[in-house]
């Protein structure tokens, strides 16, 4: 289990961020939703990260031909997705193992799904549930709750569903499986979720729309898709960790370049610009997605917050803002979170342990937790595998020095991490 020992900051910094790792959300999209094409697609700055490269490797057991040229990928589908000689491993990735499930239910085939310990500890009926009540035929450990999941694809029935969990993974799966349904389905959740999917689809023609009344419509697949030609944008969620270091060490600013500017994803950004920090927004294209610049910098000591709304927007970029939090004069709230608790780690306990080490007073609650601000001391944090602990907690060193064990895991999603923020402070093995 390898450590990273992060020493705090002795000078303020002036960061660019031009290689922040790219999305990996809309990565994961790229490899499977080009198996929706009969044509190749294009992508350019694909990210290179272990989970993301699981996907990749996945679409090619199904058949497709993919051609590397460092993050430029060319995926050409088969002209029928091809039953797998071996299992499918999606790593550590929920994304990837949930909407999979949701495209390989409507495929005629056997396909086993599995991934690492942490993802095998997930759950995962909240998607197989769902498919199973439109004809999928899933199975896995505790009634099909756990990875491996045994899927037996066919034929899936049309369905008008409303989420109990806004969930931007249960929602592409069910998406995906619509769009091999025998009619029009419909899809709804209480706060609309990352919607990546829908834009992503619909730009290569699919007839996914978001209704008036708050469902979503998905007619079913008469043709082939067009093939993706797409750029994948900078992480917003990766560029957030370094947002919190500008926001928490003095006279620091950093500006994150090529960032998607997406208002699903850039909730935590608002988030800390009601701390206090200063923040602006550049756009410069949008086509996919509106993409852009944003620059965050220091505007003195962080006040404390109330968050409790779009937490869908919030899910992966909560650990670093706790980590703003504890640095803010006063009681800050999370509420309605509940969701963090079946992530990579139950985020919530995992977050709060290691404030606690940290000096930083907390309460946690059943879907939430208080974070009293006070000063960071040296601790030394274990992970739990959990890449967004690992990284946020390396943002924690900046300010007192701090050793993180289990930090092979940031590998998952942002391999350059370590390089971006050797920029600012040192760090030893």
């Given amino acids: ?194 919607d990546h999917t829908e834009r992503m689809l619909s730009g290569m023609g699919a007839n996914v729309s978001l209704q008036e009344d708050g469902w979503i419509k998905i007619n079913p697949l008469k043709e082939p898709l067009k093939p993706l030609n797409i750029t994948v944008p900078a992480d917003p969620s990766s560029g957030f960790f370094f947002a919190v270091a500008a926001a928490i060490i003095p006279n620091a600013s950093t500006v994150i370049k090529n960032v998607t500017l997406n208002p699903t994803r850039i909730e935590a950004y608002k988030i800390l610009e009601k701390m206090g920090a200063n923040i602006t927004y550049v756009q410069k294209e949008n086509i996919y997605e509106p993409i852009g610049d944003i620059e965050i910098s220091y505007n003195g000591t962080l006040s404390p917050v109330t968050v409790e709304n779009n937490i869908a927007w919030l899910i992966d970029e909560l650990p670093a803002l706790s980590i703003a939090m504890s640095m803010a004069n006063g009681t800050s709230l999370v509420k309605n979170a509940k969701e963090l608790r079946v992530k990579e780690s139950d985020r919530i306990t995992t977050v709060l342990t290691g404030l606690n080490a940290c000096g930083i007073k907390t309460v946690e609650h059943e879907d939430g937790y208080e974070v009293i601000g006070g000063k960071i001391s040296s601790a030394t944090i274990n992970s739990h595998g959990d890449h967004r602990i690992a990284m946020s907690f390396a943002i924690a060193g900046l300010v007192s020095e701090m050793k993180i064990e289990d930090t092979e895991c940031i590998d998952t999603s942002f391999p350059n991490f370590f390089d971006i923020l050797t920029q600012i402070t040192h760090i030893k093995d």
Avoid: W
């Fill in 1 to 194: 289990m390898k450590s990273i020992t992060v020493s705090a900051v002795k000078n303020t910094f002036s960061l660019e961020c031009s290689d922040i790792a790219p999305d990996k959300s809309i990565s994961h999209r790229c490899a499977m939703f080009s198996l929706l094409s009969d044509r190749p697609s294009k992508i350019k700055n694909f990210l290179l990260g272990e989970d993301t490269l699981a996907s990749l490797s996945i679409a090619e057991q199904l058949g497709a031909s993919v051609k590397r040229d460092g993050g430029n990928i060319e995926i050409t589908p088969p002209s029928k997705l091809t039953e797998p000689s071996n299992i499918l491993d999606c790593g550590n990735a929920g994304t990837g193992m949930r909407l999979y499930a949701g495209l390989l239910s409507g495929i005629e085939g056997s396909f086993v799904l599995t991934g690492d310990k942490y993802l095998r500890s997930r759950p995962m009926n909240r998607v197989a549930i769902p498919l199973r009540n439109i004809g999928a035929k899933i199975d896995g450990r505790e009634n099909g709750n756990l990875a491996p999941l045994a899927i037996r694809g066919g034929d899936l029935k049309s369905f008008k569903y409303a989420s109990p969990i806004d969930s931007a993974q249960i929602k592409s799966a069910l998406i995906l499986a619509a769009l091999q349904a025998d009619e029009t389905s419909y899809y709804k959740e209480e706060l609309l979720s990352r």
